[in-house]
């Protein structure tokens, strides 16, 4: 089974920006698309985005696009979300995903992996 760990989260200030990082584990990370979610207390968790094999296609949720921007380094199994102008109701624990499924998956039972989240609070 393959392994995912976020990193990158923190407090920072409506307007502020914030990269996060995911590692993966396994042998065959190329081969997967990669995606973000995110979870606010007392709500259900989101797509946000994801992002092709080869990093040739981007599907974002209405509400971070122009904002956010994924990314991926296959050489480096990591997947990246850059986030920018960020506001309060981006407040969240984001979690990245693997998905085995087709183009775009934006749904959660479309992933198979899941990491254990990182915790962006925006103040403001």
């Known amino acids: 089974q393959v392994q995912l760990v976020e990193s990158g989260g923190g407090l920072v200030q409506a307007g502020g920006s914030l990269r996060l990082s995911c590692a993966a584990s396994?042998?065959?990370?190329?081969?997967?698309?990669m995606g973000w979610f995110r979870q606010a207390p007392g709500k259900e968790r989101e797509f946000v985005a994801c992002?092709?094999?080869?990093?040739?296609?981007?599907y974002y949720a209405d509400s971070v696009k122009g904002r956010f921007t994924i990314s991926r380094d296959n050489a480096k199994n990591t997947v990246y979300l850059q986030m920018n102008s960020l506001k309060p109701e981006d407040t969240a624990v984001y979690y990245c995903?693997?998905?085995?499924?087709?183009?775009?998956?934006?749904?959660?039972?479309?992933?198979?992996?899941w990491g254990q989240g990182t915790q962006v609070t925006v103040s403001s």
């Open positions: 396994g042998r065959t990370f190329s081969s997967y698309i």
């Open positions: 992002i092709s094999r080869n990093s040739g296609r981007t």
């Open positions: 995903a693997r998905s085995w499924s087709n183009w775009p998956p934006h749904a959660g039972t479309e992933y198979d992996s």
